[in-house]
């Protein structure tokens, strides 16, 4: 009997330490699921796991259910006010209206698809008429010339708002760096900081405009004017957070870092690099997810005025047709905004999540 | 998901295949009815325009393939507003554009930013109006005589607006309209309009160009897609566009149209194709090639009868041209005019894209549009006729136009009917005016003469009066 009783000991041990196991993997689980939003998976995988059902019902509640309600009842309450309010473009559509819309974007879409393989058919067709000819230097491969579709509109956004926010992150990473290392040079940057940093991008613009247009003699295929400006529009709108917040963390370093720096006589590059970046990495990347914010939003207004052939320009240029169909389209591009900028913050938390784990593993 | 990427690239290649065939056997069809193709310096080229109808024969010449027929690559992009298109034609940024007739001349002698911009092909006649908010219009109808049916005799003369700005500058408010551009054609039509009713619009001086100078109306500048939001919200009573900005008022019921500029001035110039003098020099060939398919694409746009315009409509009606609703284009595209709800009138020379050898550019239309912006002001002290004339040549350029459509008639592909080889450049005098004044493009100091509101002879306009310069 007490073999029996053994054995069971023994498996309810195992089964325990398994148990342990599994919610270890779980709590870690639980930390990248966050970043993802995707926490309320984590209350279902518990309840897999074994724990008791009502705690994790709550959890799950909070973390699913309450969003999934709220979302529904911003459509509710949507759909049933649009049709009351009468513009002169029609009613405000409501959620059916605005996802036709989307059908219809795609339609479009993918129509011009197939009239860029119609355009390549031809161009094969003329280039192999001219190799035949004997012409081959006249021989020449180009890209369709239709107008871009609503998916390279979200396409050359994503790319301006990426070119953006690089310039403004190597502008503003390292004048925040000597701002943080150094009080005077603090005092001296401080007042420009807070006079420019409340500038709209709408009154950069037509600067912006003037400078490139006088300075960028050439026009390559690959920089046009228009995303130039517009690239430097958003640097302008959103090196700020990232400038302030860098100065911020590397001036909050401890003290006794930088001590050390000095005992062992690092030289700068290598205090930098060793010392300063990693302990004000938290900060910075705030700074870097406030900035990509920023700009985002920024991007949508300067490429309404610089003709960057965006999102900005999607809206714009439904705008300018005043079609049935156009509010409905625009009511599109805001959602898609929405959805790429709560995007484009995830991946930030996500790496910054990484970077400031890493540290402490 | 693999299988599926892989079902994709069948089905794209099938596709590919089966439309290079088609390709191969229409462009054999089309290949042999064309000579030698001209030789294009350049091939790649990106025009722009403003979302208005008249951009038609661009987009015709894109969707038609008369472009690629003449081995041109071109992309059409719609602008913002039409300060930026001149601008950006100006720098380079676009190859060429849909401008308003006003915009090389005035871009030529340095009204604006200077620079040299030519037109050899004008696109189009006609094609704007004149619409007033309900509330004008209310008051307007008391005062204007009806037909038999009891509609409005038309044209309504600005006489009838008189009395409404009367009383609105009593009650101390200003009576504000809106036109789309300081050159543009709808400016001054619109100021001929006031002004043969006796209304002052306002000058230009050296120092001040608002234009608002001595004006009983105050005329200013608002992009042609944002005319019917800003009627409705009262910034403006009225504005003079293109289409479909007139109907598009009518539609949404916030205005009415209560004349078009074929009744201020039967088929008058609207539109142009503007390019850089340095375009046309550094590639002459493709300055040529341009204007063969644009000349085809006003051909076909007029062609028996005005019988394809309905297809027009539905290319326009998409949202990377003009956008509008179909039925909003569909009105003056197709020859028909709706000015107040349910009054529905004929005008099948709304548009007139080729016929009455639209599309060359005449000296006399050059002129005219000079004349009329030293009336206002916009040229402060008086030209010699001569000087007109200069101007007229160096910025309207028949000589391509003419190059153009002799390749057109040798190719097979036009009449030889159907363009004015002997004309020097100047229409005869032309009495077709909603005040009945004739205008003589070979004499357009007399032709400023004969207006009661105006400058003259060698009037100047300093601070806010007028002085003999």
Sequence with gaps: MSVVSDIDTAAEEARQRRKERMFTWIGRADTYLNMLALGWVTPLLKIAAGDPVGHQLKELGRGLGMPVLGILLFLFVWAQTAPLVNTSLGAIPG??????QVENLYDDHVRERTKEDAFMARQEVRNAKLEAQGKSDRVKWRSYTGAPTYLDQIWTSLITVGFGFLLATLVAVPLGIVCGLSKAVNAGVNPLIQIFKPVSPLAWLPLVTMIVSAVYAGNSDLFPKS?????????????????????YGVATIDKDLMNVGRVLQLSWSKQIVKLVLPSAMPLIFTGLRLSLGVGWMVLIAAEMLAQNPGLGKFVWDEFQNGSSSSLAKILVAVFTIG??????????????????????? | MECGTVRNFIWTRLTRSALVLTATVTMGVSITAHAEMLDVEKDELKFGFIKLTDMAPLAIAYEKGYFEDEGLFVTLEPQANWKVLLDRVITGELDGAHMLAGQPLAATIGFGTEAHIITPFSMDLNGNGITVSNDVWAEMKKNIPLQADGKPVHPIKADYLKPVVDRFRNDGKPFKMGMVFPVSTHNYELRYWLAAGGLHPGYYSGENITGQIQADVLL?????????????????????VGEPWNQQAVFKGIGVPVITDYEIWKDNPEKVFGITAGFADKYPNTALAVTKALIRAAMWLDENNNANRQEAVDILSRSEYVGADREVIANSMTGTFEYEKGDKRDVPDFNVFFRYFATYPYYSDAIWYLSQMRRWGQITDGKSDAWYKDVAAKVYRPDI?????????????????????????????QTEFIDAITFDGRAPNSYLEQFPIGLKGTEKVEGSSVVDG
């Design chain 2, 401 to 429: 136009y003419l190059a153009a459509a002799k390749l057109l008639v040798e190719e097979g592909l036009a009449d030889k009917a159907d363009f004015p080889w002997d004309t020097d450049g100047f229409k005869p005098p």
């Design chain 2, 220 to 240: 200013s500048v608002t992009p042609p897609p944002q005319m019917p939001a800003t009627l409705e919200a009262g910034t403006i009573h009225g504005y003079c």
């Design chain 1, 95 to 100: 959620p059916a209206g605005v996802w036709e």
């Design chain 1, 227 to 247: 995303f130039v400006v517009s690239a430097i529009t958003v640097m302008l709108c959103s090196l700020w957070p990232t400038l302030i917040n860098t100065a």
């Design chain 1, 339 to 361: 959805i790429i900028g709560f995007l484009l913050d995830r991946v930030m938390l996500a790496l910054q999540t990484m970077f400031t784990h890493s540290e402490t593993h």
